[in-house]
T-cell receptor
Framework: GQNIDQPTEMTATEGAIVQINCTYQTSGFNGLFWYQQHAGEAPTFLSYNVLDGLEEKGRFSSFLSRSKGYSYLLLKELQMKDSASYLCAVRRRPGGSYIPTFGRGTSLIVHP | DTGVSQNPRHKITKRGQNVTFRCDPISEHNRLYWYRQTLGQGPEFLTYFQNEAQLEKSRLLSDRFSAERPKGSFSTLEIQRTEQGDSAMYLC?????????????FGEGSRLTVL
């Protein structure tokens, strides 16, 4: 089975930096995704890590340590529109299938 | 191509009725996934297709749930004898089989309310 843990809720101030952590336990690890989901909308892809290290994409960065089963999403220069749920998803490869399993999500509230 | 399309967007039904949802994935994507999401939770995996083959199905899925992808294009998810606990958002996603990161592209979802 799989275990994915992330904080339920975080708050931050506009313009600040926030780090959302995700820890996981899985077999057949085949990559980790971060998705953003605004209330009432579908999740949208933010980042993907399959090797250890940092991936940077504009204001968003994601880090992975496979040996520690740990990832984080870093959001810089926070804007009000960043208020959303952030979902960590671990993909495993049992046999020929590629199945992303999602954590419960971290609700980020950005206030002025 | 306008992305993943799902319909109906909303369905209200009485307990015991059958419902069917349809998903049209991005045309060149051979992988298709169904997830269920309730308020405050992440998407929960239901089933996975590669082309027309259903390769994996969640053990949490009761035999009231069935999914098909007959020609490897659109997919349907049917829930028989609905229960109030089936009320949720049903999300369909597709991804490319080769190249890239294989990220999922989600549809807007089909919201089911069972009275």
């Amino acid at each position: 089975g799989q275990n994915i843990d992330q904080p339920t809720e975080m708050t931050a101030t506009e313009g600040a930096i926030v780090q959302i952590n995700c820890t996981y336990q899985t077999s057949g690890f085949n990559g980790l995704f971060w998705y953003q989901q605004h209330a009432g909308e579908a999740p949208t892809f933010l980042s993907y890590n399959v090797l250890d290290g940092l991936e940077e994409k504009g204001r968003f960065s994601s880090f992975l340590s496979r040996s520690k089963g740990y990832s984080y999403l870093l959001l810089k220069e926070l804007q009000m529109k960043d208020s959303a749920s952030y979902l960590c998803a671990v993909r495993r490869r049992p046999g020929g299938s590629y199945i992303p399993t999602f954590g419960r999500g971290t609700s980020l509230i950005v206030h002025p | 191509d306008t992305g993943v399309s799902q319909n109906p967007r909303h369905k209200i039904t009485k307990r015991g009725q059958n419902v069917t949802f349809r998903c049209d994935p991005i045309s060149e994507h051979n992988r298709l996934y169904w997830y269920r999401q309730t308020l405050g939770q992440g998407p929960e995996f239901l089933t996975y297709f590669q082309n027309e083959a259903q390769l994996e199905k969640s053990r949490l899925l009761s035999d009231r749930f069935s999914a098909e992808r007959p020609k490897g294009s659109f997919s349907t998810l049917e829930i028989q004898r609905t229960e109030q606990g089936d009320s949720a958002m049903y999300l369909c996603a597709s991804s490319a089989g080769t190249g890239g990161t294989g990220e999922l592209f989600f549809g807007e979802g089909s919201r089911l309310t069972v009275l």
